[in-house]
Structure formats: structure tokens, C-alpha cells
């Protein structure tokens, strides 16, 4: 600005706007003066993020195809629930790895998302809960499409910009980030002394039917993952979520139950049981109520602490799994 020959205090201006107002265009910054404007939008670009479209579920969950500057689509849902309203953000335009019960594995992985990217999605979830709800957002979580340890830099700098005063200034301690389980990476969040939650994408706790079902798991063993997350709470002191999908006759039985709770004693942690939204793409069922409360009265009888999370958005494949970054049908 200086260089500009604009006064120093119209950099800090121009930074406000940007972040913690998330102007959408250099004409919206009201005072900033119109010559200074014109002269910024000659020089300068916002890639911003937009709304392609919008998909709202019967449970009001909304689910958002996101556009980014060079046309790549990805998806975002807003989850309100009666204790919170949660932004589920994408950062990767794709997946690199091949779970094969999760749509966006059968995708190829295009690129990493910018961190600025990311704070848009959080920006535009945050702005549809106000204005279809009348509701501030209270969480986040990085379970969108794409694995968030393999862009690791991009998504440690859009949680710094999402929690800074200067950006949004939502707690750390509201913000999840989920991983397939990339140990090294794990563990560097550990060095990094990070202040976020980490959530384990585990969904079977013996590695044959882990490999079956999550080839990263071949080269990220559950003992190498489970000293990985130990490491992480010495250094970090944060508890650690253990997702676990339940599939019917694959990984619902007592054993496997048993085999949970040997993976998950010693690590500080709680376990969500998660419902399977089905995929055109994968044969998996969801497991029968019956069995997953056997299930969970198992993990409870251990002392384990345990959630049953129910899906949301399922009818418009805003569910857990079901992320693909493709249009709505035309009648939808």
C-alpha cells in the first residue's frame, strides 16, 4: 500500500476486509476509497469460493456444491442439531486414497485445496446458518472430502486463519480435523503441539479386515497408528475420537467389539459408532440395530465412553461417506 502510495493503515483495511469481513470483491470494501478500489481490482484477484448449488434435507442438514476459481467442484454440508451447528469442509478436490465404503475414494484426487479454500467453505456454511436458521456456527470439521493430513501445511494455515482474532476467531477446541490414519503425519501434529481435536477414521480394529477395506491401513499399521496417536496426547494433552463405521456380518460382532476395545484401552479417547450411508459404488449395508447396541453395551461394560451418531442428510447424499462433488439431479 505504501509502495502504492496509500497510507500504511489501509493495508490492515484491506486485510480486515478480506478475512474477518470476507468481502466477496475489492467494490465491497465501503471505506476504502473508490479510486483505491478500482486500482486493486486492476492488480489483484480474490479467488473466492461460490455456491453452485444447495440441497436441503428433510433433518434441514444443507448440503453445498462449492465452486473454486478454476471450475473444480467440491462439497460442504451445514448439520444443525439441537447442541450445536457443525460446518463439515472439504480439503481436498478428491482423494487420493481408496476406501472403498467412502464415494469420494472412488474419485481421482485433482489437487489440494487452497487454506483460503477452506476458510471460504467455513465462511459460506457460517453465512447459510445465519440466514436459513438464524443460528451462529459453533463447530467444524474436516471431514469433507479428501484425506487433510496429506495437505497438511494448507490445513494447519486455514485453521490458524479460521481461529485468529483477525479471521473468524473460533475456538481450536471446536475444530476437528479427521484422518484415514497417516502416522507420520499424526505424530507431527504432536510435534507441532496443535490445539485442534483429531478424530481416527479406524472402522476395524484388526489389520486383515482393515486392509480389505482401507489399503493406507497396509502401510499405516494399527499398532503403528495406535503409538502414533500416543504420541500425539503426551505431546498435545487433547483426546483423541475413534470413528467406527458399522457395516452388518463385516465388523459388527462381539469380537470385533472385543478388538475395538483392545485397540482403544491406554489411548485417552471416545468412540462414535457411525451409521453406513450406502453408495451406488460399494455393496456395504448398514449394521442392525439390534447389533450395534450389543455392540456398544460391550464397549460400555469396558468403560469406554461411546456415541451413537445417527446419519444426517442421507437423502440428499450429504451423509458421512457419501461426498462425490456431482450435481444434484435436475428434479432434486
Known amino acids: 500500500m505504501i509502495a502504492a502510495g496509500e497510507p500504511a493503515f489501509r493495508a490492515k483495511q484491506v486485510y480486515e476486509w478480506i478475512w474477518k469481513k470476507a468481502a466477496r470483491s475489492f467494490d465491497a470494501m465501503g471505506n476504502i ?14 479467488q473466492i469460493v461460490t455456491t453452485a448449488e444447495a440441497q436441503y434435507s ?3 442438514t444443507i448440503k453445498s456444491s462449492f465452486q473454486l476459481h478454476d471450475n ?60 436459513k436458521y438464524g443460528q451462529a456456527l459453533t463447530n467444524i470439521v474436516y471431514m469433507g472430502m479428501g484425506e487433510p493430513l496429506l495437505n497438511y501445511a494448507n490445513v494447519l494455515k486455514s485453521i490458524e ?3 485468529s482474532p483477525e479471521g473468524l476467531g473460533m475456538s481450536p477446541r471446536r475444530i476437528t480435523v479427521s484422518t484415514a490414519g497417516i502416522a507420520k503425519m499424526i505424530q507431527k501434529l504432536g510435534d507441532d503441539q496443535v490445539k485442534f481435536n483429531l478424530a481416527l477414521s479406524l472402522h476395524a480394529a484388526n489389520d486383515t ?18 503409538a502414533a496417536l500416543l504420541y500425539f496426547f503426551e505431546k ?3 483426546e483423541i475420537t475413534l470413528e467406527y463405521i458399522v457395516f452388518n456380518k463385516f465388523n459388527d460382532t462381539i469380537e470385533d467389539a472385543r478388538e475395538l ?11 462414535n459408532l457411525i451409521e453406513y450411508n450406502p453408495i451406488a459404488q460399494s455393496s456395504f449395508v448398514n449394521a ?45
Open 72 to 131: 473444480h467442484l467440491v462439497e460442504g454440508v451445514l448439520i444443525p442439531t439441537r447442541e450445536r451447528v457443525t460446518a463439515c469442509v472439504s480439503s481436498q478436490v478428491g482423494c487420493s486414497l481408496t476406501c472403498s465404503f467412502c464415494a469420494t475414494g472412488y474419485m481421482d484426487r485433482k489437487r489440494n485445496l487452497e487454506s483460503f479454500e477452506i476458510y471460504d467453505q467455513v465462511v459460506l456454511i457460517r453465512d447459510q446458518a445465519q440466514e
Open 236 to 238: 498435545t494433552g487433547n
Open 209 to 226: 479386515k482393515r486392509n480389505l477395506i482401507m489399503p493406507i491401513n497396509e502401510s499405516n499399521t494399527l499398532e503403528v497408528l495406535k
Open 161 to 163: 486463519q479460521i481461529t
Open 288 to 332: 442392525e440395530a439390534d447389533a450395534i447396541a450389543k455392540f456398544s453395551a460391550f464397549l460400555e461394560s469396558k468403560r469406554m465412553i461411546v456415541n451413537i451418531r445417527r446419519s444426517r442428510g442421507r437423502d440428499i447424499d450429504a451423509a458421512c461417506g457419501q461426498l462425490a462433488g456431482k450435481k444434484a439431479p435436475a428434479d432434486a
Open 261 to 271: 476395545y483392545e485397540f482403544a484401552k491406554g489411548i485417552p479417547c471416545k468412540i
Open 58 to 60: 428433510a433433518d434441514r
Open 33 to 46: 476509497p473508490k479510486t483505491t478500489r478500482e486500482w486493486l481490482s486492476e492488480k489483484f484477484s480474490l
